[in-house]
C-alpha cells in the first residue's frame, strides 16, 4: 500500500547526512587527545611532587623546582578540566585528585582541623609575632597597625634597621634589643644566651662570593609564672641571588644554587642541634628561607611542630614576589607547646608577610 503524499518523511539532504555522520567522528577523535592530556597532566604533577619532596635542596633543578610558582600547577585544569567535562567524563575523577594534590600537597592549603579538637588548659600563653622587614623596606605605619591589631608578647624580626624601631618597645613595660640584623622585642625580661651561627671560615668562604650569610640569636624569656623559656630567632642563607643568575642563564647559576643549599642546610641543622640541646620549652621563629617541604626542611626541623601546618587557614604566604608565593617564614615550637590560632598578616611593603601564633604551654 503506498503512503500519501502528506505523510511521506522528508528523505535527508546530503550535508545533514554528512553532519550525522561528521559529528560522533569529530568526537571521538578528540577523545584519545583529552585522555593523552590527562594523563600527562596527572604524570607531571606527580613527578614534580616526587622531585620537590626527595630532590629539592639536593639536585638544583628539582630545587628551582622548589623555589618556582606552584600556581602554574594549576594553569593546565582551564584547558584540561573543560575538555574532561565535554569528552572523557571518567577521566574526570582522575584529574580533579590531580588539582587537589597540588593544592594541598604542591600549594600548600592548609586547613585548620586541630581547632575541632579538646583544648588542653593552658599554664602559659605566649603571642609571637615575626617578620622580615627587608632593611627600610617595611611601611612604619603599617607595621605598627598590624602590632597592634595582634597585641604580641614577643616581636622577632630580620634584615632590621635601627631606623625602624618599634613603637611599642617605648610601650612602659617593653624591653627591646638589636643584635646585628636581628631584633627581638618582649613584654616579658630576655638576655642573649648565645649568638648559635659565629661568622666561621665556613661562612667566610660563602660570604666571598658577595651572599648573605645566616645569623640566628637565642635568648631566654622569663615569663611571669616563673617559667624561663628559649627563643630562636633566625634569618638563614637565601637562594635569591642565586636563583636570578639561574632566571638569567648565568652558566655558574646551578653551582651557586646547590651552594647555597648546602651552606642553609650547615646553618638549620647547627641551630636545630643548639636548639635541641637547649631542651624546652623552645620556640624558633624568623626567615628561614626555605619551604616546609623542603627535604632540607623536613630533615632539620622535622622533630618541632609548624604554627601554620597546625593552626593556619589557607596557603600562608610569607613572601610574594617576581609572580612568587611561597612560606619561606615559620614559628617552630618544641612539644610542650601547643598552637591553636595561627595568621599571615597583610602585605607591610617589605616582601615578606608577618605571621602571628598564639602558643600556649
Not at 617578620?131 to 603599617?142: V, Y
Request: aromatic share 10%.
Amino acid at each position: 500500500m503506498s503512503v500519501p503524499p502528506d505523510e511521506q518523511l522528508p528523505n535527508p539532504s546530503p550535508a545533514d547526512a554528512t553532519d550525522d555522520a561528521s559529528a560522533p567522528a569529530g568526537r571521538r577523535r578528540k577523545a584519545p587527545i583529552t585522555t593523552a592530556l590527562c594523563a600527562i597532566y596527572i604524570l607531571a604533577v606527580i613527578a614534580a611532587l616526587l622531585l620537590m619532596r626527595l630532590a629539592g635542596e639536593r639536585w638544583w633543578l628539582a630545587t628551582l623546582l622548589l623555589f618556582s610558582p606552584r600556581w602554574i600547577w594549576l594553569a593546565p585544569l582551564i584547558v584540561v578540566l573543560p575538555m574532561v567535562l565535554a569528552l572523557r567524563r571518567r577521566m574526570a575523577v582522575p584529574v580533579l585528585l590531580a588539582g587537589a594534590v597540588v593544592l594541598f600537597a604542591i600549594m600548600g592549603f592548609r586547613l585548620p582541623w586541630r581547632k575541632a579538637l579538646p583544648a588542653p588548659s593552658a599554664h602559659e600563653t605566649v603571642r609571637v609575632f615575626t617578620c622580615n622587614l627587608h632593611n627600610r623596606q617595611s611601611d612604619s605605619l603599617l607595621l605598627d597597625q598590624v602590632e597592634a591589631h595582634f597585641q604580641p608578647d614577643v616581636i622577632l624580626y630580620q634584615d632590621y634597621s635601627h631606623i625602624r624601631e618599634p613603637r611599642i618597645v617605648h610601650t612602659p613595660g617593653w624591653h627591646g634589643e638589636q643584635f646585628g640584623s636581628i631584633y627581638i622585642a618582649s613584654r616579658f625580661p630576655f638576655h642573649r644566651v648565645d649568638n648559635l651561627l659565629p661568622f666561621d671560615e665556613a661562612a667566610r668562604m660563602y660570604a666571598s662570593h658577595g651572599w648573605p650569610v645566616g645569623v640566628a640569636v637565642c635568648c631566654a624569656i622569663d615569663l611571669p609564672g616563673g617559667q624561663a623559656i628559649h627563643l630562636i630567632n633566625l634569618h638563614l642563607a637565601s637562594a635569591h641571588w642565586q636563583l636570578v643568575k639561574v632566571r638569567d642563564r648565568d652558566p655558574t647559576g646551578p653551582g651557586s644554587l646547590q651552594a647555597d643549599s648546602e651552606r642553609r642546610a650547615y646553618e638549620s641543622m647547627i641551630v636545630s642541634a643548639a636548639a635541641r640541646r637547649l631542651g624546652g620549652p623552645m620556640i624558633v621563629a624568623g626567615d628561614f628561607n626555605t619551604p616546609d617541604d623542603s627535604p632540607l626542611f623536613r630533615q632539620a626541623w622535622g622533630d618541632f611542630d609548624d604554627a601554620f601546618n597546625m593552626a593556619g587557614f589557607g596557603f600562608g604566604t610569607t613572601y610574594a614576589q617576581h609572580h612568587t608565593w611561597l612560606r619561606i617564614d615559620h614559628v617552630l615550637y618544641d612539644p610542650s607547646w601547643q598552637c591553636r590560632e595561627c595568621w599571615v598578616g597583610p602585605p607591610i611593603g617589605s616582601g615578606h608577610r608577618p605571621v602571628m601564633a598564639v602558643l600556649q604551654r
